[in-house]
């Protein structure tokens, strides 16, 4: 385990969303969200649907640096928009964000194509896993952690028990479904924590 990493919240249990930043062969740079797992030692790992551009550069340059934020204006405009220059430094051979709380330059040593299985994207997209080694760690506020969507699924799923009685059979589908989802999703991401907390909230549904 590396403890650097330890420190910003990043271990092998969790999957964590992250802002990737990437430059390409010409210099210009890009932003996005990707999920990050570390598989321990320098070995981290990610996916990446075909048709992004932080996998066209990825596969130019084999190089990408995982930007830890909890900034949710980053994660906005990296996802539907362009982020604007100001929010990179200044380095021209290197992108990385600013305000980061940390990043990690890492090295990719393989890239495989797959289709995708067990996702919620319907299509015949193809998924490319990527495996990287990590190049260097710089931690500028080691409060700042990795973000795990578990939490949020977690506060989501309470926040509808506590109206699940008191709704009509409508919207109580709808909250059932919303818990089958996160249960998905916290299956995949979570820790063995979140993963208990959803089995005790399948059981408070299933009572009433
Ligand atoms: C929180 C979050 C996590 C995401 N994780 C992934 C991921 O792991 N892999 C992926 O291919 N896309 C993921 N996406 C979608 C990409 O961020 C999105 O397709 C983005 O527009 C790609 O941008 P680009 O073309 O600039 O690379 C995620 C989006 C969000 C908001």
Redesign the pocket.
């Known amino acids: 385990m590396n403890e650097t990493l330890e420190k910003i919240g990043i271990t092998t249990e969790e999957r964590y969303?992250c802002i990737y930043t990437t430059i390409s062969p010409e210099g210009v740079k890009?932003?996005?969200?990707?999920?990050l797992k570390y598989f321990g030692g320098n070995d981290v790992g990610?996916?990446?649907?075909e048709g992004?551009?932080?996998?066209e550069n990825i596969q130019k340059t084999k190089k990408y640096v995982v930007n830890v934020t909890q900034d949710p204006m980053i994660?906005t405009k990296?996802?539907i928009d362009k982020l604007p220059d100001e929010y990179y430094t200044d380095d021209t051979d290197i992108a990385v964000l600013r305000d980061a709380g940390s990043y990690i330059v890492v090295n990719v040593v393989d890239i495989d194509e797959q289709k995708p299985e067990n996702t919620p994207i319907d299509n015949d997209q193809s998924?490319f896993m990527i495996k990287g080694k990590i190049e260097k760690v710089v931690v500028n506020d080691e409060s700042i952690k990795a973000f795990n969507?578990a939490f949020s699924g977690i506060i989501e799923c309470l926040v509808n028990v506590s109206r699940y009685k008191i709704v009509d059979d409508k919207k109580r589908k709808y909250y059932m479904d919303r818990v089958i989802e996160n249960d998905r999703m916290i299956s995949r991401i979570g820790n063995g924590k979140s993963k208990e907390i959803m089995k005790l909230l399948k059981e408070e549904y299933e009572k009433n």
């Open positions: 969303e890009n932003s996005a969200a990707i999920g990610c996916r990446i649907f992004s551009k932080t996998l994660f990296s996802t998924i969507r």
